[in-house]
């Protein structure tokens, strides 16, 4: 399994930067998907989440840091899920990781992730 992150950069304050995350190797429509960050001296935390597919929709969750700025899709047909983030604040300076989560249920703990990438680093200056 290789999950390959990729769109990472510096921007300034207010710029918009959007990361994919490419899998291969699983079945991942059968596969929940988070992104993650890592800040200096900070532990990794949840920045968002989106269920495998269902029968119509696909379920989402937001760390409220980043609500209404950020966005997580993904595209079954491509193996990849996108984090669109707008509105970047210095703060959001990381870096970013994808993982997928076989139970496919959305969880905001790196305990439950199965598969993680190598992480693409976000600088954002003021």
């Known amino acids: 399994v290789q999950l390959v992150e990729s769109g990472g950069g510096s921007v300034q304050a207010g710029g918009s930067l959007r990361l994919s995350c490419a899998a291969s190797?699983?079945?991942?429509?059968?596969?929940?998907m988070g992104w993650f960050r890592q800040g200096p001296e900070k532990e990794r935390e949840i920045v968002a989440a989106i269920s495998r597919s269902g029968y119509i929709t696909y379920t989402t969750y937001y760390t409220d840091s980043v609500k209404g700025r950020f966005t997580i899709s993904r595209d079954d047909t491509k193996n990849t899920v996108y984090l669109q983030m707008n509105s970047l604040k210095p703060e959001d300076t990381a870096v970013y990781y994808c993982?997928?989560?076989?139970?496919?249920?959305?969880?905001?703990?790196?305990?439950?992730?199965?598969?993680w990438g190598q992480g693409t680093q976000v600088t954002v200056s003021s």
């Open positions: 993982a997928a989560d076989y139970n496919g249920a959305l969880s905001v703990s790196t305990d439950d992730y199965d598969y």
């Open positions: 190797g699983l079945t991942f429509r059968l596969y929940a």
